[in-house]
């Protein structure tokens, strides 16, 4: 097969394999085709996993930080130099173009590697507390043995998203990538070992979400970070809440792009476009809900009919393909099954709509499709689709639109575009979202921190905001004299 690995999880250093578990067939979505076939972990090896990070954790976590960030910017550097193997493997893993995967995959991943193996020096040292004779003093230590539970869409980006501050900040994590996209996160485990981390810090075992609670319910485990949809993130989240565990949660959203009607207008298409179509709309800051000016709605939508259908479907593989397949059929059922609903409840189709004939096979393509005319009642504006489904919305005035986008349980992302500069801060002053863009869409580099508010989630992933939610504060009150009591 294709892609099959030596085995399916990654425990202490090695490939380990228990053919016990459920079989996982990994699919490539552009043709269907099986590419490799692994087993989702069984209790033993979850226990396994768990133990080996217990065990490597303390090991790890007493190095200096200097030499826990050269392991990691070691990584880095590794995952560079192959960022082509890397790549490959992530666009059979997703279907994503390599056009796409090579640009912004292992390279984000590697990123976060470099980020936090440089900043852990500085950025995990505590205070001093004076006080009068006495004093106190604060150190930042880690939280023990972590989970990261990981979403399908950026399969090798989550896993170093969450392993690079993780690590940084002295834990083990045991990885469960989605059942969807099992391959990548694997490399990654690989990759860490050759740098030089320590046998048992970055465990992979594969799984669905009958073993995603064996890892959130382990007593050993001190924090979940997951990066999934709304549903399962109040299901994590209630069940590290009963054992009060630390949680970040990244969500799923429904964020609005606002266009004024002084904004660029190819730059605006150009935000919207890549706020819905990169990834084939599997992106969950994706600003599908997009409010255009009614003043210039009609050039608006007449250049994004244009933009849209030159877009280039095709093999994944082909350089020149700029959107590939869906993950999986599951979900483009769920996405045929909204544009259908668009339809029925009245939006105007203004492009696509349906199953390309341009693409031919197997594969779990979507025509990439706008609606226009949609109101705000309607299930394709208030539902995340998570596929390549524009939705145009009209408005007239600023208080109106600010309203409107704020009329939504997520609060993941939010963009603006417009030339008035004020209008541009006072606006995003009161969307309510965990990250938002001015006169862009889309762009997380790793030195700002990424996260939702309201149903979204909570925690931050990347910059130096990121290692607080991998670690706590100790604090120690020194005590110069001698201790006196009334009794
Ligand atoms: P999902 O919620 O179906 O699954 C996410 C992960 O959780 C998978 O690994 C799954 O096996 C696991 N899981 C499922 N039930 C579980 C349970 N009860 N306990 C523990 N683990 C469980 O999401 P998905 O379909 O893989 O990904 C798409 C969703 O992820 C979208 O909603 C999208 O918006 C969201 N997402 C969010 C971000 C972000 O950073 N905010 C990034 C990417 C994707």
């Known amino acids: 097969m294709k892609a099959q690995p030596q085995a399916s999880h990654f425990i202490d250093g090695a490939y380990v394999e228990d053919e016990a578990g459920t079989v996982i067939e990994s699919i490539f979505p552009a043709t269907g085709e099986v590419i490799a076939k692994l087993h989702a972990a069984t209790p033993a090896?979850?226990?396994?996993?768990?133990?080996?990070?217990?065990?490597?954790?303390?090991?790890?976590?007493?190095?200096?930080?200097?030499?826990?960030?050269?392991?990691?910017?070691?990584?880095?550097?590794?995952?560079?130099?192959?960022?082509?193997?890397?790549?490959?493997?992530?666009?059979?893993?997703?279907?994503?173009?390599?056009?796409?995967?090579?640009?912004?995959?292992?390279?984000?991943?590697?990123?976060?590697?470099?980020?936090?193996?440089?900043?852990?020096?500085?950025?995990?040292?505590?205070?001093?507390?004076?006080?009068?004779?006495?004093?106190?003093?604060?150190k930042r230590v880690p939280l023990g043995v972590v989970v990261g539970i990981g979403a399908w869409n950026y399969p090798q980006q989550i896993a170093c998203w969450k392993a690079a501050p993780a690590l940084a900040a002295g834990n083990a994590m045991v990885f469960k990538p989605s059942e969807v996209t099992p391959l990548g996160a694997l490399k990654i485990a690989e990759i860490l070992i050759e740098a030089g981390l320590p046998k048992g810090v970055f465990n992979v075992i594969q799984g669905d979400r009958d073993t995603g609670p064996l890892l959130v319910s382990h007593p050993d485990v001190a924090k979940v970070s997951l990066t999934g949809s709304v549903p399962t993130g109040r299901k994590v989240a209630g069940a590290a809440a009963g054992q009060l565990k630390h949680v970040t949660m990244e969500l799923g959203g429904k964020s609005p792009l606002i266009v004024f009607d002084d904004a660029d207008l190819e730059g605006a298409i150009s935000g919207a476009m890549l706020g819905n179509f990169y990834s084939t709309g599997q992106v969950c800051?994706?600003?599908?809900?997009?409010?255009?000016?009614?003043?210039?709605?009609?050039?608006?939508?007449?250049?994004?009919?244009?933009?849209?259908?030159?877009?280039?479907?095709?093999?994944?593989?082909?350089?020149?393909?700029?959107?590939?397949?869906?993950?999986?059929?599951?979900?483009?059922?769920?996405?045929?099954?909204?544009?259908?609903?668009?339809?029925?409840?009245?939006?105007?189709?203004?492009?696509?709509g349906g199953i390309p004939n341009s693409v031919s096979g197997e594969g779990f393509y979507v025509q990439p499709t706008v609606f226009a005319d949609v109101t705000d009642d309607m299930v394709i504006a208030r539902e995340e689709i998570?596929?390549?489904?524009?939705?145009?919305?009209?408005?007239?005035?600023?208080?109106?639109?600010?309203?409107?986008?704020?009329?939504?349980e997520f609060g993941l992302a939010a963009g603006v575009f417009t030339a008035d500069i004020s209008r541009a801060h006072r606006v995003v002053d009161r969307l309510e979202a965990g990250t938002l863009w001015i006169n862009t869409y889309n762009l997380c580099p790793v030195e700002i921190p990424f996260g939702g508010s309201k149903q979204s989630g909570f925690g931050r992933e990347n910059s130096a905001a990121a290692l607080e939610h991998y670690s706590e504060l100790k604090t120690v009150y020194v005590g110069m004299g001698r201790c006196e009591a009334p009794y």
């Not at 007239?396 to 939504?408: G, K, L, Q, S």
Request: glycine residues 8%; proline residues 4%; negative net charge.
């Open 45 to 138: 090896i979850v226990e396994k996993a768990i133990a080996s990070a217990k065990r490597a954790q303390g090991e790890w976590a007493a190095m200096s930080p200097t030499a826990r960030g050269r392991v990691l910017k070691k990584a880095a550097e590794i995952m560079r130099e192959r960022n082509r193997e890397l790549s490959e493997l992530e666009t059979l893993d997703t279907g994503k173009p390599i056009q796409e995967t090579i640009v912004a995959d292992p390279t984000s991943g590697a990123d976060s590697l470099e980020f936090f193996g440089g900043i852990i020096a500085s950025a995990l040292n505590g205070s001093h507390i004076p006080l009068g004779s006495d004093f106190a003093y604060t």
């Open 285 to 352: 800051s994706n600003g599908t809900r997009v409010f255009v000016h009614r003043a210039l709605k009609e050039r608006f939508l007449a250049r994004l009919k244009e933009r849209t259908e030159a877009i280039v479907l095709g093999d994944p593989q082909d350089e020149a393909t700029q959107m590939g397949p869906l993950v999986s059929q599951a979900q483009r059922e769920k996405v045929l099954a909204y544009i259908e609903k668009g339809k029925a409840e009245g939006a105007t189709l203004l492009t696509g």
């Open 386 to 408: 998570f596929g390549p489904v524009m939705c145009v919305l009209d408005f007239d005035d600023e208080d109106e639109v600010i309203a409107r986008a704020n009329a939504t």
